[in-house]
């Protein structure tokens, strides 16, 4: 079965420091695809980054980077140069594979940024 | 374009009502779902449509119906409301399967 497991519950980090949010995920599908929404204080999901499971080269949009490391299932969320605004709940999702439509999502990542 | 809508924002109901929440998108997309947020578990998938006339169950879809009768709408029925179904719902829309779904601003339901 599908499954994405992010380990940190809760995350601290400098402002303008890099922070690295973890996501890994279980599949037996060759086709899938992995993404990342951020979901503030004020309840709703934006999405960020989104890597296909065939893309050769790690996603990146704008400050957001996705570590993919294939073997490993491992799909993990690089924030550069953290900001006071990128206080919020983050979540990793897979899109089930070829043909399929449905996509899970992990527990999320609440990270809190410091001044 | 408005985007993904929801209405209500916020809804208290007693155990045994029912009620629909509202679900429309303006961008001409095809697939539709249904999820709920729970504290600590991420977001669940209830029910999902795939065009017009074409629904199916997700991860958690006991005591919710939908239906798709146009694109732009899909509703959500919860046919018996129970304490278990208090939760924030997200109603979603894509354009296909490979791009990025977006999120309505979500519905805080309370059943009391």
């Known amino acids: 079965a599908q499954k994405i497991t992010q380990t940190q519950p809760g995350m601290f980090v400098q402002e303008k420091e890099a922070v690295t949010l973890d996501c890994t995920y279980d599949?037996?599908?060759?086709?899938?695809?992995l993404f990342w929404y951020k979901q503030p204080s004020s309840g709703e999901m934006i999405f960020l980054i989104y890597?296909?499971?065939?893309?050769?080269q790690n996603a990146t949009e704008g400050r957001y980077s996705l570590n993919f490391q294939k073997a490993r299932k491992s799909a993990n969320l690089v924030i550069s140069a953290s900001q006071l605004g990128d206080s919020a709940m983050y979540f990793c999702?897979?899109?089930?594979?070829?043909?399929?439509?449905?996509?899970?999502f992990g527990a999320g990542t609440r990270l809190f940024v410091k001044a | 374009n408005a985007g993904v809508t929801q209405t209500p924002k916020f809804q208290v109901l007693k155990t045994g009502q029912s009620m629909t929440l509202q679900c429309a998108q303006d961008?001409?997309?095809?697939?539709m779902s249904w999820y709920r947020q729970d504290p600590g578990m991420g977001l669940r998938l209830i029910h999902y449509?795939?065009?017009?006339?074409?629904?199916d169950q997700g991860e958690v879809p006991n005591g919710y119906n939908v239906s798709r009768s146009t694109t732009e709408d899909f509703p959500l029925r919860l046919l018996s409301a129970a304490p278990s179904q208090t939760s924030v719902y997200f109603c979603?829309?894509?354009?296909?399967?490979?791009?990025?779904?977006?999120f309505g601003p979500g519905t805080r339901l309370t059943v009391l």
């Open positions: 890597q296909g499971s065939y893309d050769q």
């Open positions: 999702a897979m899109r089930e594979g070829t043909g399929g439509f449905k996509t899970i």
């Open positions: 979603a829309s894509r354009p296909d399967l490979y791009n990025e779904q977006f």
């Open positions: 599949t037996s599908d060759p086709s899938y695809g």
């Open positions: 961008m001409n997309h095809e697939y």
């Open positions: 449509s795939v065009g017009a006339g074409i629904t």
